[in-house]
T-cell receptor, first 113, second 113 residues
Framework: EPEVTQTPSHQVTQMGQEVILRCVPISNHLYFYWYRQILGQKVEFLVSFYNNEISEKSEIFDDQFSVERPDGSNFTLKIRSTKLEDSAMYFC???????????FGSGTQLSVL | GDSVTQMEGPVTLSEEAFLTINCTYTATGYPSLFWYVQYPGEGLQLLLKATKADDKGSNKGFEATYRKETTSFHLEKGSVQVSDSAVYFCALRPSGSARQLTFGSGTQLTVLP
C-alpha cells in the first residue's frame, strides 16, 4: 500500500535555529497537511495546502512557519527560528480529495534544546 | 469551538479481554467521526468512521456507534489481541466541511499475552 514518508524521524536543534521537516506524500494526492502533537497533548492541526497554496491554517501557524512544495513530490514544513515550545511530533498527511480519509506519515520528533 | 475528549490512558488489558475506549465530542451540527490508530513506529491510520447519527463504523473487529443524543463515539472490541497494542485517537470533522480533523489526546492500549 502506498504511504506517506517523513524524514528525518528525529531532529534535534538548538533554540533559534531553522529546521526543515520533509514529507513525501502519496504521488496522486492533491491535499497536504501538517499536524503536530506536543508530548501528552492532543494532535493539533497546523496547515492545509492545495494547488500550491495554503488553504487553511491554525493560530499555531504563525510567521515562523512556512510550507512549500518545491518540486512536485516533496512537501516541507520550515520553522525559521525554533522555540522550546516547538518541540513536538510533527505529522504530515495527504489525501486524494477533500474526503475524510487522510494518510499520515510516521512523524518527525523535533526536540528543541 | 469543536473538541474531542477521550478516555485517559494508558489502558492495559489481557488478551481476549473486552475493550472500550470512551470518546465524546463537542461540535455544532452533525460532524463526521473517526477512530485513528497508531502502531509503534508508524503513522496514524484510519480505523473506522461514521458520518451520521446511529451509523456504526467497524473494521478489524473494532466497532463504534455515532450517538448524537450522548455526543459519543466509543470504540469497542470484544476480544483484543496483543497485536492491537497501539495508540487510538478519536477525531471529528465538522459537518458540511472539508476542514481539518480535530483530534482527541489519544489513548495508549497495551495488550498482554
Amino acid at each position: 500500500e502506498p504511504e506517506v514518508t517523513q524524514t528525518p524521524s528525529h531532529q534535534v536543534t538548538q533554540m533559534g535555529q531553522e529546521v526543515i521537516l520533509r514529507c513525501v506524500p502519496i504521488s496522486n494526492h492533491l491535499y497536504f497537511y501538517w499536524y503536530r502533537q506536543i508530548l501528552g497533548q492532543k494532535v493539533e492541526f497546523l496547515v492545509s495546502f492545495y494547488n500550491n497554496e495554503i488553504s487553511e491554517k491554525s493560530e499555531i501557524f504563525d510567521d515562523q512557519f512556512s510550507v512549500e512544495r518545491p518540486d512536485g513530490s516533496n512537501f516541507t514544513l520550515k520553522i525559521r527560528s525554533t522555540k522550546l515550545e516547538d518541540s513536538a511530533m510533527y505529522f504530515c498527511a495527504s489525501g486524494i480529495t477533500l474526503s475524510e480519509k487522510l494518510f499520515f506519515g510516521s512523524g518527525t520528533q523535533l526536540s528543541v534544546l | 469551538g469543536d473538541s474531542v475528549t477521550q478516555m485517559e490512558g494508558p489502558v492495559t488489558l489481557s488478551e481476549e479481554a473486552f475493550l472500550t475506549i470512551n470518546c465524546t465530542y463537542t461540535a455544532t451540527g452533525y460532524p463526521s467521526l473517526f477512530w485513528y490508530v497508531q502502531y509503534p513506529g508508524e503513522g496514524l491510520q484510519l480505523l473506522l468512521k461514521a458520518t451520521k447519527a446511529d451509523d456504526k463504523g467497524s473494521n478489524k473487529g473494532f466497532e463504534a456507534t455515532y450517538r448524537k443524543e450522548t455526543t459519543s463515539f466509543h470504540l469497542e472490541k470484544g476480544s483484543v489481541q496483543v497485536s492491537d497494542s497501539a495508540v487510538y485517537f478519536c477525531a471529528l470533522r465538522p459537518s458540511g466541511s472539508a476542514r481539518q480533523l480535530t483530534f482527541g489526546s489519544g489513548t495508549q492500549l497495551t495488550v498482554l499475552p
